[in-house]
């Protein structure tokens, strides 16, 4: 079956340092969407991703999608403890959608 | 926030018994997902519906069932709960599916605990 690997599971940062996850399908993608999930809360829809190569930047936050479209990165500039959470990729399959393990920062003052 | 409600948010409940979730949408969705969240596992699909009474079996399906008769409600139903199914489960809505995907909007989670 599809399966989307993230790594690392866990990463902690001083505050003011970058971070990077990165994330890898076993099949192709058509898209590929990323999630943040605060602790406590429910994951929420940050990016979409559709062309292969394709970067997109949100402020701090710059993603990837590889161009052979079966791998992505998120990738944070300069920490902040705002940024404290776990980052999700995900995949569509044909009706449904599939999550990464996720990868959770925790952002040291 | 996208209107979609899950209930109830916290449940403990014993091993054997049945136990139904219910997750409620808004928005007119055609496509609506349960997940269980656990520590190492991220997000796993349980099952999913593509329309009024159109649903599928996810990854981890067994001991699950789902209904939908109606478009705006999506009810996971623990047949006979066990402890391995203590968990945080999530309900999912979005309007397209596969290469035409959108993002998925999620309910708040039910904390459910089987004793």
């Known amino acids: 079956g599809q399966q989307v690997m993230q790594i690392p599971q866990y990463q902690h940062v001083q505050e003011g340092e970058d971070f990077t996850t990165y994330c890898n399908s076993s099949?192709?993608?058509?898209?590929i969407q990323w999630y943040k999930q605060r602790p406590g809360g429910h994951p929420v829809f940050l990016i979409q991703?559709?062309?292969?190569?394709e970067v997109k930047k949100q402020k701090r936050l710059t993603f990837q999608f590889g161009e052979a479209k079966k791998n992505s990165s998120l990738h944070i500039t300069a920490t902040q403890t705002t940024d404290v959470g776990t980052y999700f990729c995900a995949g569509p399959g044909a009706n449904n959608l599939f999550f990464g393990t996720g990868t959770r920062l925790t952002v040291i003052p | 926030d996208a209107g979609i409600t899950q209930s109830p948010r916290h449940k403990v409940t014993e091993t054997g018994t049945p136990v139904t979730l219910r997750c409620h949408q808004t928005?007119?969705?055609?496509?609506m997902y349960w997940y269980r969240q656990d520590p190492g596992h991220g997000l796993r699909l349980i099952h999913y519906s593509y329309g009024v009474k159109d649903t599928d079996k996810g990854e981890v399906s067994d001991g699950y069932s789902v209904s939908r008769s109606k478009t705006e409600d999506f009810l996971l139903t623990l047949e006979s709960a066990t402890s391995s199914q203590t968990s945080v489960y999530f309900c999912a809505i979005s309007a397209n599916r596969g290469s035409r995907s959108t993002e998925a909007f999620f309910g708040q989670g039910t904390r459910l605990t089987v004793v």
């Open positions: 991703l559709v062309k292969s190569g």
């Open positions: 928005e007119n969705h055609r496509y």
């Open positions: 099949t192709t993608l058509s898209n």
